[in-house]
């Protein structure tokens, strides 16, 4: 049977590509200004891994408080703290305004949530500097090549595995990632020991990516610590994230590489790339390396 136009109609809305501002990490990013720089959330259980909110979707819901908060548009360099592992949940940001100027702004953040009891606990500490990245000149010089590994239809995801990937977290379904076969030993129990994870990444909805988004693509790959043979969690301790530009529609690429783990932690640094072939985001994580190492 035929179907009518407005079925056809409400069929291409749902396989549309979800927008900028309207989309699953728009909504779940929002924030809700109660009084000068305090701003409330809600931490939606879907960017969980294993028990706790991912460090980098955490890191998006305060860049949108302060991105309220400053006169300046867009996260230019974040660095946060992460002093306890963040639940689903209400949780409460504030902002205070360190510094402004004609270029750059400068601010600070903090995120709580509430006990049963009443009590209030501090989850992350962000200090961070905002510009326009609209503004920036165009010249570029630089050594750095984009990440090589193959065209995303040669690149491995969770459907492609025959069983369940180890460590998989609810953040899966939020994202359409696509592993370098390369950095993938450890779902087969066979890891590189190299410390590196490579892939293409992008918003399961099809959302093309932004500033705000770059801050969850830097943690948004499995840990390099998978490769190197360790499976479990790798709680961020202290994560600094530089946004060099905006980046320009379709999927990302993302490089993750570790060249030191002791004492029980490691380092993780990250470069994403967009579809322009321009280094739009550079990080570095300290991390937690998982029990056992």
Same mark, same amino acid.
């Given at each position: 049977?035929?179907?009518?136009?407005?079925?056809?109609?409400?069929?291409?809305?749902?396989?549309?590509?979800?927008?900028? /501002?309207?989309?699953?990490?728009?909504?779940?990013?929002?924030?809700?200004?109660?009084?000068?720089?305090?701003?409330?959330?809600?931490?939606?259980? +879907?960017?969980?891994?294993? @028990?706790?909110?991912?460090? +980098?979707?955490?890191?998006?819901?305060?860049?949108?408080?302060? +991105? &309220?908060?400053?006169?300046?548009?867009?996260?230019?360099?974040?660095?946060? @703290?992460?002093?306890?592992? *963040?639940?689903?949940?209400? =949780?409460?940001?504030?902002?205070?305004? #360190?510094?402004? !100027?004609?270029?750059?702004?400068? /601010?600070?953040?903090?995120?709580?949530?509430?006990?049963?009891?009443?009590?209030?606990?501090?989850?992350?500490? #962000?200090?961070?500097?905002? !510009?326009?990245?609209?503004? %920036?000149?165009?010249?570029?010089?630089?050594? =750095?090549?984009?990440?090589?590994?193959?065209?995303?239809?040669?690149?491995?995801?969770?459907?492609? *595995?025959?069983?369940?990937?180890?460590?998989?977290?609810?953040?899966?379904?939020?994202?359409?990632?696509?592993?370098?076969?390369?950095?993938?030993?450890?779902?087969?129990?066979?890891?590189? /020991?190299?410390? &590196?994870?490579?892939?293409? %990444?992008?918003?399961?909805?099809?959302?093309?990516?932004?500033?705000?988004?770059?801050?969850?693509?830097?943690?948004?790959?499995?840990?390099? *610590?998978?490769? %190197?043979?360790?499976?479990?969690?790798?709680?961020?301790?202290?994560?600094?994230? @530089? #946004?060099?530009?905006?980046?320009?529609?379709?999927?990302?690429?993302?490089?993750?590489?570790?060249?030191?783990?002791? !004492?029980?932690?490691?380092?993780?640094?990250? &470069? #994403?790339?967009?579809?322009?072939?321009?280094?739009?985001?550079? *990080?570095?994580?300290?991390?937690?390396?998982?029990?056992? =190492?």
């Amino acid at each position: 049977m035929a179907r009518t136009a407005a079925e056809a109609q409400a069929g291409a809305a749902r396989t549309a590509p979800a927008t900028i /501002g309207d989309s699953e990490f728009d909504r779940d990013t929002a924030v809700t200004r109660k009084e000068e720089g305090v701003y409330e959330a809600e931490l939606a259980a +879907g960017w969980t891994v294993l @028990h706790a909110v991912n460090g +980098g979707y955490l890191l998006a819901v305060i860049g949108r408080a302060l +991105g &309220e908060a400053l006169p300046h548009p867009d996260p230019l360099s974040v660095s946060a @703290h992460y002093l306890t592992a *963040s639940e689903p949940g209400p =949780a409460v940001i504030r902002t205070q305004i #360190v510094r402004t !100027g004609r270029t750059l702004s400068t /601010g600070q953040a903090s995120l709580f949530q509430y006990g049963e009891d009443g009590s209030e606990t501090e989850r992350i500490r #962000v200090l961070a500097t905002y !510009g326009d990245l609209g503004t %920036l000149t165009g010249e570029v010089r630089t050594t =750095a090549l984009p990440p090589a590994m193959p065209d995303r239809d040669h690149c491995l995801g969770p459907d492609d *595995s025959e069983g369940p990937i180890p460590g998989e977290a609810a953040i899966t379904g939020r994202l359409d990632i696509k592993l370098d076969p390369a950095t993938v030993g450890w779902v087969v129990g066979a890891p590189s /020991g190299k410390g &590196e994870m490579r892939g293409w %990444l992008g918003l399961a909805d099809g959302r093309d990516p932004d500033p705000l988004s770059l801050l969850l693509a830097v943690d948004a790959l499995p840990p390099t *610590s998978f490769e %190197l043979g360790l499976t479990g969690w790798t709680p961020t301790v202290e994560l600094t994230t @530089h #946004v060099r530009c905006r980046p320009a529609p379709g999927p990302l690429r993302v490089a993750l590489t570790t060249r030191n783990l002791a !004492g029980g932690f490691l380092e993780e640094d990250a &470069e #994403v790339w967009d579809s322009a072939d321009r280094l739009v985001a550079q *990080s570095r994580q300290l991390a937690k390396a998982p029990r056992g =190492a």
